[in-house]
């Protein structure tokens, strides 16, 4: 098949036919205005059926699990616009609202920025590592996928038990944090009946299957976007003296009562909050296999990830550093919304409503990342279906592309958020977390650790990087240096854990590090479960690099890069500097 290309309205390449590597067909649903709109409705809930060959019996696992990622039945209804809003405001919530409000208590501005930044290079490169990866593999599971073939089968195993446990559990704390925040208006209301509230709209979108999702996402990453660039110029207004209270404030701060709190151990406590700030980032390489496009649209997507860690993180709380001291008593101590540093910092303004402007963003950014919650854990579980980690039903996937039972699990597990109601609610949520805090670092290293063994594979292989229409913009050292940073981050949240206040405390270090012990249990379990007879590692010449690549000529692809390559070449720098970044 061949394929063209014209010119999109930037001046660059637009691909204007898909290939795939084997033709996949579905059977045919009849029209829903044939059926009525409830029948319709209903029916769109049964299995979707592939018509095609059967898998040869001989196939290993790993083959299998390759074939079958390729294959997927998932609907590409992921326009450019939802995947681009994903990227730049996607996943952002209390960890960023919140959290950074005890990260500046524990470190002070300095490491609060410092370790941010420090972080933010390490999820940049592994999203640009994902990047990568999902263009070449744009395939159900993707990361987790890969894993599979690139890593091997027991790493993969305890990956995706880990990372599937990180969203299933995130679903019931975000739904109770949205009661909460609720609470900062009226808190005479049971929590459990906002609970209900906000659980019946999670379902309610994620009826409408990946578009439900990426509309939803797309409106809510547009509003967190306009609030955090609204906040950091308010914050440069409130900085140079221009708030009702008035009064220049500078680095003020930074003097007294100073730039950092706690020694280098405050600077380690930020370091380790830093990281799961950043947690779920990596679902750009998630949607990869719902996206109609993804060799033009995922590359713009892990490029859009430097704006949302500069623009975001960077910019945003180098405000809040020298709006806030770190020993405002209202960062300590609390878990809510009124810890926020953002609606401290218009509060010390004298800025009346807007503190509830501010709080309505949180309530939209903890909804989010409850929508995409149900979003990744849904597709996790599909994807270890395909894989053989879970019973084969769980991989069913309906005529609207929904995986149903994963949706549905999910949703189950999510009615945890109605123990807001008991008293012991904060202990169980402690002990839930625990499970899957130490999850994104383990995902990103992986991550990285498959793009190192990628390229590996295409060296031994006799292949090289012109075969890829996107490549890491840190290459391989990207993610050895984000690999080096992973380790790190385990390394020093397994002291602070241990060593809280300078004596060791079994308590502190098992809600922090309880997910390190989930893994081997993970790898304990694959074990007897294949009687020990098991590849450890898959070897580089038999990586396979080929299966859902979505190529059938390699030479005119490469032709195809090459002119978009020279293309991009021949146009003025300031071209190239926003086709490198945009």
Known sequence: MSKDFKLDSLGGFEDTVDVVTTPIKYEEAEPTNKRGFFKGFIDGFRKIEVIDEALDPNLTDVERANILADRSPLKRNLKNRHIQMIAIGGSIGTGLFVGSGSSLA????????????????????????????????????????????????????????????????????????????????????????????????????????????GEAEFLFSAIKVIAVVGFVILGIVLNCG????????????????????????????????????????????????????????LPKAAKQVFWRITLFYLVALTMVGLLVPYNDPRLIGNSDVSASPFVIAIRNAGIGELPSVMNVVILVSVLSVGNSSVYGCSRTIATM?????????????????????????????????????????????????????????????????????FRMALKAQGRSTDELSFTAMGGIWGSIWSVVLNVLVLIVQFWVALFPEGSADAYNFFQLYLNAAFVLFCIGVFLVWKRFKVTWIIPIKEIDIDTGRRVEDWDLLKQEIADEKAFIASKPWYYRLYNMWC
């Not at 990866?133 to 159900?140: D, M």
């Not at 221009?242 to 680095?251: A, Q």
């Not at 930074?254 to 947690?279: E, I």
């Open 106 to 213: 524990t470190g002070g501005p300095a490491p609060l920025i410092i370790c941010y930044f420090l972080i933010g290079t390490m999820v940049f490169s592994s999203v640009q590592a994902l990047g990568e990866l999902s263009v070449a593999f744009p395939i159900s599971g993707s990361f987790l996928s890969l894993t599979t073939r690139m890593v091997s089968p027991i790493w993969s195993f305890a990956m995706a038990w880990n990372y599937g446990l990180q969203w299933i559990v995130l679903l019931p704390l975000e739904l109770v944090a949205a009661a909460l925040t609720i609470g900062y208006w009226n808190n005479s209301v049971n929590g459990a009946a906002w609970v209900s509230i906000f659980y019946a709209l999670i379902v309610f979108i994620n009826i409408f299957g990946v578009k439900g999702y």
């Open 242 to 297: 221009g708030g009702p209270v008035g009064g220049y404030i500078g680095g003020k701060y930074w003097h007294d009562p100073g730039a950092f709190n706690h020694g280098f151990k405050g600077f380690c406590g930020v370091f380790v909050s830093a990281a799961f700030a950043f947690a779920g980032t990596e679902l750009i390489g998630l949607v990869a296999a719902e996206t109609e496009n993804p060799r033009k649209t």
């Open 385 to 453: 279906a395909n894989q053989g980690f879970l019973p084969k039903c769980c991989g069913y996937i309906d005529r609207k592309g929904r995986p149903a039972v994963g949706v549905l699990i999910t949703l189950v597990f999510g009615l945890l958020c109605f123990l807001a109601a008991t008293p012991k609610q904060e202990d169980v949520f402690d002990w839930m977390m625990a499970l899957s805090g130490l999850s994104s670092i383990f995902t990103w290293g992986t991550i990285c650790l498959c793009h190192l063994r």
